[in-house]
């Protein structure tokens, strides 16, 4: 089952995975200070037995440190829940600085 | 080692977001948790900490957490020796592990382990410590570099500015509120004197009890019909509170003589505004019109008056305020020779006088402040508590009022009230 958020979430993955999934659409909402709303929400959903978060990169062009920061956020509310987080749809600049960074080390990139 | 450009501009990017951050003075809360995502986001920083130091309470309190826990401290002591190694170390990155000399990192060790605390940077920022930075492993799970250090201690420096300038504007705040207390209390104080020197001015006036206090309150009441600030209302009271100051040097028998007094008491008796006057120049008032009120308070606009027989615009206005609020009293209170007078012949009184004895503009506004008392215009219930209630609902004193009114400024809105009454 897939739980949604309460911000942007993608229909289609619902029923995919067998554990209870969570989509986020990270937007441009990640680069802002408000981005952190996003990390509460996972932390939620996490709390309320998701084990599996997916961040959703298609409409995101550009990642700055606020947004490297709360997702780095997000890994490890989903680490401490022993949940999976996974990175799709990312551009390859945004691939590579999240391999610079370390966060690919965390995630699984879809 | 040479770090890889991209990485180099990504922590270009986010130290001038820092600093832009910092120099926008946004909410100092929101300054402090943008700062650490920044620094976090920076260099890939898994968890970490933004704190305050308080240098009287020695103890880092923490501004901003991330990924921290609930079991961190939130405060953070730091006993006299940690604050001299932080100092002697300056704005510098310290290994938590090799630093375990230091009392800081011994007591909390098992804190820092357990959130793997890596480095601690103190924030000095004009040879003061203001606060401190907790930084956690990075996700690459590789040390820092010492140019990563030096990136930390470069966004450390911002913060640390951020969090001065903050504690400097608190300093301010404190401070202006102190003298503002300060002020306050010496007001509180003078208005406190200057009411006590009415009511010792009225004591000796077995007669006329309660007159100066009376005083100043109509003159209060002018003032505040006249729309002054609330610093010219309050000179204006403390005018008419102290403008008989001058009788404490006046015979005690001649000002309680129950008959009226002769030519030459009569003379000694005027001397009164000119001693006032004296008595007041000598002290340095908040407002200054206070001893010219005590001096001229018995001119006329038609030059009738004493001591000097000045004209209307030769005579300072505030003289005026309280001429007008003391001939009054005057007529509204018993005397010993005279009993006061019934409320419409005083509102007759005034209207006659005007132009003559009192400014008209001034007995407009005092009229119309009673005439919207009388019709509930206004919650207080000022004169009521002068006058008395009966004195206030004698038979038609609002008519005579709104007549007095109309003829001292025909042209006004009060036409309007006039023709408003007339057909109700």
Redesign the interface.
């Known amino acids: 089952m897939t739980e949604n958020t309460s911000f942007d979430v993608d229909p289609l993955v619902e029923n995919v995975s067998p554990e209870p999934a969570v989509v986020v659409i990270a937007g441009d909402y990640l680069n802002k ?1 408000t981005g ?1 709303k996003i990390e509460r929400e996972c932390k939620d959903k996490l709390d309320a037995g998701a084990r599996e978060i997916v961040v959703d990169f298609s409409q995101t062009e550009i990642i ?7 997702l ?2 997000v ?2 509310n989903a680490q401490m829940a022993g949940a999976k987080v996974v990175f799709s749809d990312l551009k390859p600049e945004s691939a ?2 999240f391999d ?4 690919t ?2 995630v699984t990139l879809q | 080692m040479i770090e ?1 450009s ?2 180099l501009i ?1 922590a270009f ?2 130290l001038a ?1 820092l600093g832009q951050e910092v120099a926008n003075k946004n909410n100092f809360q ?1 300054t402090i ?2 700062s ?12 970490g900490g933004v704190a305050r130091y308080s240098r009287y309470a020695r103890e880092m309190n923490m501004l901003a957490i ?2 921290l826990g609930d079991e961190f401290p939130l405060s953070l002591s730091v006993c006299v020796e940690d604050e001299r190694q932080f100092l002697t170390n300056g704005l510098n990155a310290i290994d938590a592990h090799a630093a375990r000399v230091l009392p800081f990192f011994q007591v909390y060790a098992a804190s820092f382990e357990r959130r793997h605390i890596e480095l601690f940077i103190p924030l000095i920022i004009r040879d003061e410590i203001v606060g401190g930075l907790f930084l956690g492993e ?5 040390p820092y570099s010492s140019y990563e250090k030096e990136i930390i201690c470069a966004m450390g420096r911002h913060i640390g500015v951020a969090i001065s300038q903050r504690n400097l504007l608190a300093e301010i705040e404190r401070h202006s509120e102190e003298n503002r207390r300060l002020f306050e209390d010496l007001r509180r104080t003078y208005a406190d004197t200057v009411k006590a020197f009415a009511t010792a001015i009225d004591c000796k006036d077995k007669y006329t009890e309660g007159h100066s206090v009376r005083v100043g309150k109509y003159t209060e009441l002018i003032a505040r019909e006249l729309e002054w600030s609330p610093e010219q209302i309050e000179g204006a009271a403390t005018a008419g509170y102290l403008h008989d100051v001058g009788k404490l040097t006046v015979e005690r028998k001649i000002i309680n003589a129950p008959y009226r007094i002769n030519a030459k008491e009569s003379a000694e008796l005027n001397k009164h505004p000119s001693v006032g006057y004296e008595i007041l120049q000598a002290i340095h008032h908040p407002f200054t019109d206070v001893p010219l009120a005590a001096k001229y308070h018995h001119e006329r606009l038609d030059g009738r008056g004493y001591p000097d027989g000045l004209y209307d615009r030769e005579i300072p206005y505030i003289a005026k305020v309280v001429n007008l609020a003391d001939s009054f009293d005057a007529m509204t209170t018993d005397r010993p020779y005279k009993a006061r007078r019934a409320a419409i012949d005083v509102v007759d009184d005034l209207r006659r006088n005007a132009g003559k004895q009192f400014a008209p503009e001034l007995v407009i506004a005092f009229l119309r402040g009673v005439l919207r008392e009388l019709k509930s215009e206004t919650k207080d219930r000022r004169f009521r508590r002068l006058l008395g209630r009966e004195y206030m609902e004698a038979e038609g004193l609002a008519p005579a009022i709104t007549g007095a009114l109309n003829e001292l400024a025909p042209t006004s809105s009060l036409t309007y009230i006039a023709a408003r009454s007339g057909s109700e």
Do not use: C, F, V, Y
């Open positions: 200070l952190e700055n440190s606020i947004g490297i920061s709360i780095l956020g890994i490890d590579e600085l610079m960074l370390g966060l080390k965390h | 890889q991209p990485k990504h990017g986010a977001e929101e948790r943008t650490l995502h920044l620094l976090s986001g920076a260099l890939g920083i898994m968890r991330r990924g990075k996700a690459t799970g590789e």
